[in-house]
């Protein structure tokens, strides 16, 4: 008998989160006998994919009131029949609630009761999840949880540093990488020729939405200590994610520096995977990160990282042999990280490898989302 779960999301974005949960849930629908229902509280590009795989709600549709209506509303002729999201999802039903991001906080306060299982996939450390609640709110709904997913050891550790949850409450499941189209020579050459770039040149790439936490105004200044200070002619740096209106102060700054023919932001691509496949190095100076997918996709195709200790859980990827952690913001250190591989193809390669590797046999889809479907079925 199929064992129903409600899946919980913040929106069907073509983002990190909400890429993972699609997956997540693609594989359990295959390979296990849980039966998918989602609850997202916004839509988006995902939308069609989810409903493929279950039915879909929303909590918010976007629509409003007919102006006429609008008007008996306010005079108090007309009462909307609101219904509360535990007797639209009643327990019988839904046993098993399965909430992914520190944004669906709210839904697990308003579904807890004492016969239904809760599992919170958490992907955020502390300045993303207190952009969305306070500490004690987190707190007092936490008690209302029976497990936490983990995406990395650091943020492991702010659950149960700072929000008091106990060890054994929480579960490590890294991210996994999500495309399958690896290693084609063809779109590394097709990207470095619709940007301009020569075929020889060393690509530095970051993707992500261009916002103070993943750094862009870092990945600017360490662009222009690698082109003008360090002098690495070859080195070209591309950021992918964002809109054109998002990028109009970093490319403010990249004119005022005259690196703009060799720095590059660019707009989120329907197939990120040719991004990837044309990459040498892959800088992650995001100020937090948990776990970034886009540097596991990177790292699977033998592309090092070089990335801030103390920002997240990219230095429990990187170890020793993938790439190279350095000093927290610490844009000269990591503008030698990128110069150190520009010079040493040979290093570049090995750890490139070692990456790979790794990455395939402790980080694949099938084995993070086996786990994922054991404590559902455990729980």
């Not at 990459?279 to 996709?297: G, I, K, N, Q, W």
Request: proline letters at 4%.
């Amino acid at each position: 008998m199929n064992k129903k779960v409600l899946f919980i999301g913040h929106d069907a974005s073509r983002t990190g989160a909400p890429l993972l949960l699609l997956e997540v849930v693609r594989w359990l629908k295959y390979n296990s006998e849980i039966s998918p229902h989602f609850l997202l509280l916004k839509g988006g590009d995902l939308e069609e994919e989810y409903k493929s795989l279950g039915p879909v709600d929303f909590i918010s549709t976007g629509k409003t009131l007919p102006k006429y209506n609008q008007i008996l509303k306010k005079i108090g002729l007309l009462k909307e029949n609101k219904i509360t999201l535990a007797e639209r999802y009643p327990e019988d039903e839904f046993p098993i609630i399965y909430a992914n991001t520190i944004a669906t906080l709210g839904c697990i306060r308003d579904l807890a009761c004492e016969n239904r299982k809760i599992i919170h996939h958490i992907h955020e450390l502390s300045y993303i999840t207190e952009s969305f609640t306070t500490v004690d709110n987190f707190k007092e709904i936490s008690l209302k949880t029976n497990l936490y997913i983990a995406a990395s050891r650091s943020v492991k550790q702010y659950l149960i540093d700072t929000i008091n949850i106990c060890q054994e409450k929480v579960m490590v499941i890294h991210e996994f990488p999500i495309s399958t189209a690896i290693g084609k020579v063809s779109s590394r050459d097709l990207v470095r020729v619709e940007l301009g770039i020569p075929k020889e040149a060393f690509v530095i790439g970051m993707c992500g939405w261009p916002q103070w936490r993943k750094g862009p105004d870092l990945f600017v200044q360490i662009a222009n200590i690698v082109i003008n200070k360090k002098r690495r002619d070859n080195a070209y740096f591309i950021w992918l994610g964002g809109s054109k209106e998002t990028h109009v102060a970093y490319e403010y700054d990249l004119a005022k520096l005259n690196i703009e023919s060799k720095c590059f932001f660019i707009e989120h691509m329907q197939d990120p995977e040719k991004f990837y496949d044309c990459l040498d190095l892959y800088a992650l100076t995001s100020r937090e990160d948990p776990f970034s997918v886009a540097m596991l996709e990177a790292g699977l195709r033998s592309v090092p990282i070089v990335c801030f200790k103390d920002s997240g859980g990219a230095t429990e990827l990187v170890q020793d042999e993938g790439g190279i952690s350095v000093p927290y913001v610490d844009v000269e250190a990591m503008s030698e990280a990128v110069c150190f591989y520009n010079d040493n193809e040979t290093i570049k390669s090995n750890h490139g490898n070692k990456l790979k590797n790794l990455i395939q046999q402790e980080y694949s889809l099938e084995s993070k989302c086996h786990e994922i479907g054991q404590l559902i079925k455990n729980i």
